[in-house]
Each structure stands twice: as structure tokens, then as C-alpha cells.
């Protein structure tokens, strides 16, 4: 690993609780990693930490074979060797592009620091801009200035706050994909924080998820979507909902039972045995449901939010089951109609169920909660509780 955080914590004077806590994992070179979060979830601490301007309590952040802060130990951030885009760019409005470009590298000889700027103007795709100055820029190309700026020095690792957050929707996902490239180009490995999703898949080889100083999984985005490790990751990456379910086995088959239908011929399952009695909750994206009027199962539209080329539904089921979908925007239905659907599931992701009393809780099945009885609940000791990892294919035969 090129970057090594293992078993990190930091926490601010007087603070009852760590910022960020017991958080590990790791960038190869060439990298790009994304740290993704609800606000003061401790990504940008953990980002501060990184570049040296916060120190761990606990912990190593080790940069290539030089370990660069410990609990004793803490080298600073100017002798890191690492660059940093800011969330405001932070151009000098006084100086021009060319002279904000050359402002890490002055100790270079003038005819190399020359070449140096040209060289990564032309990476950024502003070449010749030299001359202009940052209020003759659009908020793109100041962004793209202050990318070769970091650049410029060659630092070892590249460090980027939050970049693209005062720009403007299309903007920001263009753009994304166009640091993406640079960044490749550079052989830059870099560590990026952001709020957004799209950007994070956009930019990102490993993705982490951070809640409440905690890093939930770390990483590459098909997995996070796919396969997520916690109910936290399953319920913050993309539109999706827990439903409760049963997992049985029929004739050497898995077959999950929910309340829009038997889920059959599954890729990937847990074994019947995994939970109690087979019961568990299932995580159902929007794009696990299918609108299909001859589908036996029918669900009211209770909400829609039009994206352009569909919908978002929120659907309720006759057992009073809500449930996502993505529908092509030619299927426009009226809130309160009922339409058929279906779910096309390849992979079942599956949790302990959550106490109806505390979802904090997972519940001693069968849960006697609703019933009146004494509720018996596991607390986890950890912030989450991962899911059930054992998995069987669809050919492969089942062993309870």
C-alpha cells in the first residue's frame, strides 16, 4: 500500500467522542480513493489528518515505506509532500494563472518552473491560459487552475476537500469525470472527500463510507451498491428500502419469500439456516422493481419525483409495504393509482431484522414486541452489524 491509515482516531479537545474512530484502510499508488458521508461524519477530519493538519490520538497514517503521524509521532504537513484542492479553490485574485500555478515550485530555476506550468496547464486542458486571472475564469476552469496548482510540485499524494460543491449540477458531474482523467494521466494517487453520490462513482477506484467517525466499508463502487456490508452503507448508497422476508429452502433451492412474491433462481443468497427461522429483512432497490401491468402484484403510487428519463415512484403494497421503483418517464401515473409490478432480483442482500421497538436493536426471533411480550434485543457493541456473508449459488447445491 503507497497510503496506510490502520486503526486511526482523532478527537478534538473536549469533545466526548472521538471524530473519527478505529477507522483503516488503504491506497495503492496511483489510486483514487473518495471518503463519502453524511455531514460530520468525520471524512474531512479524516482527510485533515491525512495531510497532517490534525493529529491522531491513536493509530498510523503511513505514506509509502515512512510512517508520517502516530500517537507519538507527527511529521507536519509541509514536509509531506502532499497538495491540497480546496472546497473554495483559493486562488490568489492578484496574481494570474500562470505565477497561482507556479506558487508551490519558486525554488525551481525560472525556465524549468516555466515549462513545469505549461506542462500541467496543458494536463488540465488550459493551456495558453497563463496570462488571464481567476475573475476571468468560469468556476470550472478556477477549478481546474487550482488542480495544476496542487499538481505542479508532483506532490506524492494529492489531497481534494469537497472541489466541485460551489458549481452547479452539470457542471459538477462533467467535471468529475474530467479530474478522473487528469488525475489518471498524472499517475496521481489522491484521496477525495464529497457528499455526492454520483461524484464519488464518478471519480472514485475505492469509495468509503463514513457515519458518526466510523468507516462502515471501503470499497469499489459495484460493491458498495451491491453488496454492502452494513444496513447503514445499504440504505445511504443509492434508493432502496428493507422489506421483511423469509428464506426457505424448496427442493435444493433458495426461495425468499416478501410481500411482493417468491424471489426464485437468485444468484447469490444466504443459506436458510443464516437466520432464525429463515427470517431476515431484504434490501430492495428501486431498480429491483419493475413495472409490469400483468404482474399479479399491484401497488399504489403515493409519491413521484420526475429525474428526466423516469420516475421515482414510492409504491405501497396491499400489506402496507412501501417500495422504490425506477419507470421510464412514458409511464406517468397519477399519485394514488395502482399499477403491477414485480421484482427482478439477482442477488438477495440480507440483514438481521430490526426491532420494531429500537432499530437500533436486532430482535431475538421470533420478536415478541408486537404481540406485547417481553422483547428480548441484541445491542451490537460495534456502531453496525454486518450483513450475512455466506452466499450459495444458483448451481451450486445447498447445505444446511
Known amino acids: ?30 489510486e483514487i480513493g473518495v471518503l463519502i458521508g453524511p455531514s460530520g461524519c468525520g471524512k474531512t477530519t479524516l482527510l485533515r489528518a491525512v495531510a497532517g493538519l490534525e493529529s491522531a490520538d491513536a493509530g498510523t497514517i503511513r505514506l509509502g515505506d515512512v ?7 507527527h511529521v507536519p504537513a509541509e514536509a509531506r509532500r502532499i497538495g491540497m484542492v480546496f472546497q ?22 525560472r525556465a524549468q518552473r516555466q515549462a513545469r506550468v505549461a506542462e500541467v496547464l496543458e494536463l488540465v486542458g488550459l493551456a495558453g491560459y497563463e496570462s488571464r486571472f481567476a475573475h476571468e475564469l468560469s468556476g470550472g476552469q478556477q477549478q481546474r487552475v487550482a488542480l495544476a496548482r496542487a499538481l505542479a510540485p508532483a506532490p506524492q499524494l494529492l489531497l481534494l476537500d469537497e472541489p466541485f460543491s460551489n458549481l452547479d449540477v452539470d457542471l459538477r458531474e462533467r467535471l468529475a469525470i474530467e479530474v478522473r482523467a487528469i488525475l489518471k494521466a498524472a499517475n496521481a494517487t489522491a484521496l477525495f472527500v464529497t457528499h455526492d453520490q454520483l461524484e464519488a462513482f464518478a471519480v ?45 429452502e424448496v427442493d435444493g433451492q433458495v426461495v425468499v ?19 432464525e427461522a429463515g427470517q431476515c429483512d431484504v434490501l430492495l432497490r428501486a431498480d429491483d422493481i419493475v413495472h409490469d401491468d400483468a404482474a399479479p402484484v399491484k401497488a399504489q403510487i403515493v409519491r413521484k419525483a420526475f429525474r428526466g428519463s423516469e420516475f421515482l415512484y414510492t409504491l405501497r403494497l ?17 399519485v394514488g393509482e395502482w ?53 450459495a449459488s444458483r448451481h451450486t447445491p445447498l447445505q444446511s
Open 1 to 30: 500500500m503507497f497510503l496506510e491509515v490502520a486503526q486511526l482516531q482523532v478527537r478534538y479537545a473536549g469533545a466526548a467522542k472521538p471524530a473519527v474512530h478505529d477507522v483503516s484502510f488503504g491506497l495503492q499508488a496511483g
Open 67 to 73: 510512517q508520517v503521524s502516530g500517537p507519538r509521532q
Open 88 to 109: 473554495d479553490y483559493a486562488l490568489f485574485p492578484h496574481l494570474d494563472v500562470g505565477r497561482n500555478v507556479a506558487f508551490g515550485i519558486h525554488q525551481l530555476p
Open 204 to 248: 472514485g477506484d475505492r469509495i468509503g463510507v463514513m457515519q458518526d467517525g466510523a468507516l462502515h466499508q471501503w470499497d469499489d463502487a459495484y460493491t458498495l451498491y451491491h453488496r454492502p456490508a452494513t444496513r447503514f452503507v445499504a440504505d445511504f448508497i443509492g434508493h432502496g428500502v428493507f422489506t421483511p422476508a423469509t428464506i426457505r
Open 257 to 275: 419469500h416478501t410481500a411482493l412474491g417468491d424471489l426464485t433462481d437468485i444468484a447469490e443468497c444466504p443459506l436458510p439456516c443464516a437466520f
Open 318 to 334: 396491499r400489506s402496507g409495504e412501501t417500495v422504490l421503483a425506477h419507470v421510464p418517464s412514458h409511464h406517468d401515473h397519477r
Open 339 to 391: 399499477i403491477g409490478i414485480r421484482a427482478e432480483v439477482d442477488h438477495v442482500v440480507t440483514f438481521d431484522r430490526a426491532c420494531p421497538v429500537d432499530q437500533r436493536a436486532m430482535c431475538q426471533l421470533p420478536c415478541q414486541a408486537r404481540e406485547g411480550g417481553d422483547c428480548e434485543r441484541i445491542v451490537p457493541d460495534a456502531v453496525v452489524s454486518p450483513p450475512v456473508t455466506l452466499t
